[in-house]
């Protein structure tokens, strides 16, 4: 079984639909909670950074982390076009020294 | 934000040259440096980690002796290809981690990756 597990799509939404990113994990001392986004031919770029359980907005973004479940989301407001791109979740310990990426999921937004 | 520049962006050469790849965290100090190689529709595949002034820690299964990297300063990071063939074409991304104002370490930020071709 992987550390975390993300369906690697791909996820097609009309454009200004509401899209949910999810992603499982199986480490219990994970602690810190990324979102990266990352376009073709490009680095990924971090979206969202949390510790522990709970929510973070950012403009259209919202993470959430539910730690009871080993369970954390991404989801996009209003989806654009310009949304389009692969959707890495990443997490780490305590103190971060070891990061494990998910395998990322292709999100298309249809005009 | 953080910024991390990779160079170069592309490069093409041929089969046994040796190609350079540089990763600098532009506005911040990265305590510690990883090197990703990527291919088409396929996640992250970590090959090392380096911490300044020391060694490079290599991910199983990659050749210390073909991939040389160098972590001189708290902003520049090395890769170095030495006689590249083929097999070695890839995406190669660097990325850059900083601490935290509490002792921890930061999310890793990402160069804009290198592909290279070999002929």
């Known amino acids: 079984q992987k550390e975390v597990e993300q369906d690697p799509g791909p996820l097609s939404v009309p454009e200004g639909a509401i899209v949910s990113l999810n992603c499982t994990y199986s480490?219990?001392?994970?602690?810190?909670f990324m979102w990266y986004r990352q376009y073709s031919r490009k680095g990924p770029e971090l979206l969202m950074y949390?510790?522990?359980?709970g929510n973070k907005e950012d403009g259209r973004f919202t993470a959430q982390v539910d730690k009871s479940s080993k369970y954390i989301s991404l989801f996009i407001r209003d989806s654009q076009p310009s949304d389009s791109a692969t959707y890495l979740c990443?997490?780490?310990?305590?103190?971060?020294?070891?990061?494990?990426f998910g395998a990322g999921t292709r999100l298309f937004v249809k005009a | 934000g953080a910024v991390v520049s990779q160079h170069p962006s592309w490069v093409i050469c041929k089969s046994g040259t040796s190609v350079k790849i540089e990763c600098r965290s532009l506005d911040f100090q990265a305590t510690t440096m990883f090197w990703y190689r990527q291919f088409p529709k396929q996640s992250l595949m970590l090959m090392a980690t380096?911490?300044?002034?020391?060694?490079?820690?290599?991910e199983q299964g990659v050749e210390k002796d073909k991939f040389l990297i160098n972590h001189a300063s708290l902003t520049l990071s090395t890769l170095t290809v030495t006689s590249a063939h083929p097999e070695d074409s890839s995406f190669y991304i660097c990325s850059a981690r900083g601490g935290t104002r509490d002792g921890g370490s930061g999310p890793q930020h990402f160069g804009d990756g290198t592909r290279l071709s070999i002929l």
């Open positions: 949390t510790y522990s359980s």
């Open positions: 990443a997490m780490s310990n305590t103190g971060g020294f070891k990061t494990i």
């Open positions: 480490n219990s001392a994970f602690q810190y």
């Open positions: 380096s911490n300044e002034g020391s060694k490079a820690t290599y």
